[in-house]
Nanobody, 126 residues
Framework: VQLQASGGGLVQPGGSLRLSCAAS????????TTWFRQAPGKDREFVAA??????????YYSDSVKGRFTVSRDNAKNILYLQMNNLRPEDTAVYYC??????????????????WGQGTQVTVSS
C-alpha cells in the first residue's frame, strides 16, 4: 500500500483547505485511515481517523479540531479527505495520512501505523 498526500498550502486565518490522500489500492474496508500533523519542534499529533468499513467506519477527532475539520473518504476513488475550515495559526504543520490494517485499541497512536504518506505542508498566516 502506498499513500500520496496533497492539498496543502498557505491560507489566511479563518480560511479553508481540503487535503487529499490517495491510496494505491482499495484499503478502506480493511484499514483504519488517519490524519496526523507535526509542527516544528513538536511531536506528531493525531488529528482525525476513520475506522475500517469492516469495523464500522467510526470517526474520531482530536479536541483541537472538532467542529472545524471533517474527515471523509471516497471508496470508489480510494481517496481519504480532510476538510479544514476556520483555520488557525496553530494548525500550521506538516499533515500526514496513515493507514493500519491492525485492529487498533486507539486510533491516536502514531507508532501503531505502518503505512504513511509523504506529508503536505499547511501554513496558516496573515
Amino acid at each position: 500500500v502506498q499513500l500520496q498526500a496533497s492539498g496543502g498550502g498557505l491560507v489566511q486565518p479563518g480560511g479553508s483547505l481540503r487535503l487529499s490522500c490517495a491510496a494505491s489500492v482499495r484499503i478502506f474496508s480493511t484499514h483504519t485511515t488517519t490524519w496526523f500533523r507535526q509542527a516544528p519542534g513538536k511531536d506528531r499529533e493525531f488529528v482525525a481517523a476513520i475506522r475500517s468499513g469492516g469495523s464500522g467506519g467510526r470517526i474520531y477527532y482530536s479536541d483541537s479540531v472538532k467542529g472545524r475539520f471533517t474527515v471523509s473518504r471516497d471508496n470508489a476513488k480510494n481517496i481519504l479527505y480532510l476538510q479544514m475550515n476556520n483555520l488557525r495559526p496553530e494548525d500550521t504543520a506538516v499533515y500526514y495520512c496513515a493507514a493500519s490494517r491492525a485492529i487498533l485499541s486507539s486510533t491516536t497512536v502514531a507508532s501503531a501505523y505502518g503505512t504513511w504518506g509523504q506529508g503536505t505542508q499547511v501554513t496558516v498566516s496573515s
